[in-house]
T-cell receptor, first 113, second 118 residues
């Protein structure tokens, strides 16, 4: 119940295309869902986050779509650029459980020029 | 603003040896985290400090792992003795106590220490 599943494991997209990464969870106590971006040799960095009372959040080219009934959420990267090539992790945090995040296994995105 | 600093960046040891990692968080950040990231997996929280007190160490293998943050700033994570399965990147992160009520604090990660146990 503490797991967050993520797919696909890897993704190749042409420059200008849309990248879509999906996550699913079981624990209904999760109340905060961030996405992290990690470049090789660097630590993860917060990209965008959403709470379950909102179905969509957009920041620039990055959008989170959230489906509470299906317990799924996804990251959409519009107009994907080669600089977006990185590993993306979805995560979830339990309500009233401090800052303990459960991370998905990650998606390696490659954007071809 | 300087980021989270970690050292060493790489470490190779043999099994049953000891190893220690050091972390210096962003200045003023009261909360410090240590994560283990095994190749192909997401980070897993090992321990969380607030100032020099432990908030959560439920996933820390206490028979071989220890961590301290004596003065509420720098922190060290130690493994003694190391096992092959400890090969991973050890990430340190920090966050401020300040922010909007009800919004989880952003965690800022360091570059990590890559450990290889032979």
């Amino acid at each position: 119940q503490q797991q967050v599943k993520q797919s696909p494991q890897s993704l190749i997209v042409q420059k200008g295309g849309i990248s879509i990464i999906n996550c699913a969870y079981e624990n209904t106590a999760f109340d905060y869902f961030p996405w992290y971006q990690q470049f090789p040799g660097k630590g993860p960095a917060l990209l965008i986050a959403i709470r379950p009372d909102v179905s969509e959040k957009k920041e620039g080219r990055f959008t989170i779509s959230f489906n509470k009934s299906a317990k799924q959420f996804s990251l959409h990267i519009m107009d994907s650029q080669p600089g977006d090539s990185a590993t993306y992790f979805c995560a979830a945090k339990r309500a009233n459980y401090g800052q303990n995040f459960v991370f998905g296994p990650g998606t390696r995105l490659s954007v071809l020029p | 603003e300087a980021g989270v600093a970690q050292s060493p960046r790489y470490k190779i040891i043999e099994k049953r040896q000891s190893v220690a990692f050091w972390c210096n968080p962003i200045s003023g950040h009261a909360t410090l985290y240590w994560y283990q990231q095994i190749l192909g997996q997401g980070p897993k929280l090992l321990i969380q400090f607030q100032n020099n007190g432990v908030v959560d160490d439920s996933q820390l293998p206490k028979d071989r792992f220890s961590a301290e943050r004596l003065k509420g700033v720098d922190s060290t994570l130690k493994i003694q003795p190391a096992k092959l399965e400890d090969s991973a990147v050890y990430l340190c992160a920090s966050s401020s106590l300040k922010g909007l009520a009800g919004v989880p604090r952003t965690q800022y990660f360091g570059p990590g220490t890559r450990l290889l146990v032979l």
